[in-house]
């Protein structure tokens, strides 16, 4: 099970961060990284990640400083506009077992190039 509370170093996220396994850059600042997803559930389909270390956006939303969170939201919108997402996209966050997530250092994908379907599968 997925520790929401605790960091594992030993993530490939952190493994991206360290330069230790090979990523395709998409946008980078002090505090943020993104990079494309290496199984895309879309034409287009951005991980965008802080450099600090959090579990999880529950762990990011109690615990980040100020020019973290502005920093990584504000990416978004400049993502969109480097990708050229003028039609709308999707941003999601999957946290712990029921949220989905598997990679347990804190992430939002970015996902469009196409008209997505409904939020959560039947
Ligand atoms: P989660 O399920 O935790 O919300 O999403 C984890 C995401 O990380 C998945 O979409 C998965 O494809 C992506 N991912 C896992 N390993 C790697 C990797 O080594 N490189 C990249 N670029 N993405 C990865």
Redo the contacts with the bound molecule.
């Keep these: 099970m997925i520790d929401i509370k605790n960091y594992n170093k030993d993530n490939?996220f952190g493994k991206?961060l360290r330069k230790e396994?090979p990523?395709d850059v998409v946008y980078e600042t002090e505090e943020i990284y993104a990079?494309?997803?290496?199984?895309p559930q879309a034409p287009i389909h951005v991980?965008i990640i802080p450099k600090k270390e959090f579990c999880s956006f529950d762990d990011f939303s109690r615990s980040s400083g100020e020019k973290t969170i502005l920093e990584m939201i504000r990416s978004i919108s400049i993502i969109a506009d480097i990708l050229e997402l003028k039609k709308g996209y999707r941003i999601i966050s999957?946290i712990g077992d029921f949220g989905?997530?598997?990679?347990p250092h804190f992430?939002i994908?970015m996902l469009g190039g196409k008209r997505l379907g409904k939020i959560v599968a039947p």
């Design positions: 490939v991206i396994i990523s990079f494309k997803d290496i199984n991980v999957n989905g997530q598997e990679v992430h994908h």
